[in-house]
Nanobody, 128 residues
Framework: VQLRVWGGLVQAGGSLRLSCAAS????????MAWFRQAPGKEREFVAA????????YYADSVKGRFTISRDNARNTVYLQMNSLKPEDTALYSC???????????????????????WGQGTQVTVSS
C-alpha cells in the first residue's frame, strides 16, 4: 500500500481536510489511522477508522473537532479538522493496518493493529 497525503496552512478557528490516497492493495481490507508529531514531541494517535467505516476512534484532544471518514471506492481516507488550534500544528501522517482481528483504542494507544504502511506525512500549521 502506498499512501499519499495532502495538508496545508490555516488560521486558528479554521478548517482543513486532509486526504490520504492509497494504492497497490485492497484498501477496503485495511483499518486506517491518522497520527501526528509536533516538533520535539512524540508521535501521537489522532483518529482511526475500521475497514467498513463503522467504527471510529479519536484522541481526546481532537474529539468533537475532527472527523475521520473513508471512501473505499476512491481508496481514500479523510480527516476533517474543524476549530483548529495552534496546538494542532504538527506533521500529520496516515497509516494502514490489515484488519484481521478485533481492535480498539484506549487512551490514545491502538491495540490489535499493526500499521505496516505509512504515508509521507504532511505539515499542518495553524497560525494564531
Amino acid at each position: 500500500v502506498q499512501l499519499r497525503v495532502w495538508g496545508g496552512l490555516v488560521q486558528a478557528g479554521g478548517s482543513l481536510r486532509l486526504s490520504c490516497a492509497a494504492s497497490g492493495r485492497t484498501f477496503s481490507s485495511y483499518a486506517m489511522a491518522w497520527f501526528r508529531q509536533a516538533p520535539g514531541k512524540e508521535r501521537e494517535f489522532v483518529a482511526a477508522i475500521s475497514w467498513s467505516g463503522g467504527s471510529t476512534y479519536y484522541a481526546d484532544s481532537v474529539k468533537g473537532r475532527f472527523t475521520i471518514s473513508r471512501d473505499n471506492a476512491r481508496n481514500t481516507v479523510y480527516l476533517q479538522m474543524n476549530s483548529l488550534k495552534p496546538e494542532d500544528t504538527a506533521l500529520y501522517s496516515c497509516a494502514a493496518a490489515l484488519e484481521i482481528r478485533s481492535w480498539w483504542v484506549v487512551d490514545g494507544t491502538v491495540y490489535g493493529l499493526e500499521f505496516d504502511y505509512w504515508g509521507q506525512g504532511t505539515q499542518v500549521t495553524v497560525s494564531s
